[in-house]
């Protein structure tokens, strides 16, 4: 079992930067690959960002690519996702999922655990 707490969530203008991190509960972090999800009112669930349990790996939406990067510290239980250049249309709550195993996947599905998000706004 894996508990996933997301922070970092806030008010920013068009433009800004935020960070989000993920806390995970247990001693197996490493073992998990971890993706960032994103949810817009009445809009699907989508991917945002996703790593590989050795963070050799990192995947993105084309939508972010140049502007967020996905990281991890397996020693501190916790996945970052720094977010630059952020979109009033990114306005969304941002999930925090981990998957057991190596590899990270892009879909919702993959995935065996959440976190409960945290809201970003960007403003105009």
């Known amino acids: 079992q894996v508990q996933l707490v997301e922070s970092g969530g806030g008010l920013v203008q068009a433009g800004g930067s935020l960070r989000l991190s993920c806390a995970a509960s247990?001693?197996?972090?490493?073992?998990?690959?971890m993706g960032w999800f994103r949810q817009a009112p009445g809009q699907e669930r989508e991917f945002v960002a996703a790593i590989s349990w050795s963070g050799g790996s990192t995947y993105y939406a084309d939508s972010v690519k140049g502007r967020f990067t996905i990281s991890r510290e397996n020693a501190k239980n916790t996945v970052y996702l720094q977010m630059n250049s952020l979109k009033p249309e990114e306005t969304a709550v941002y999930y925090c999922?981990?998957?057991?195993?190596?590899?990270?996947?892009?879909?919702?599905?993959?995935?065996?655990?959440w976190g409960q998000g945290t809201q970003v706004i960007v403003s105009q």
């Open positions: 999922a981990a998957r057991f195993g190596v590899e990270a996947v892009t879909s919702h599905w993959g995935y065996d655990y």
């Open positions: 247990g001693r197996t972090f490493s073992r998990y690959a």
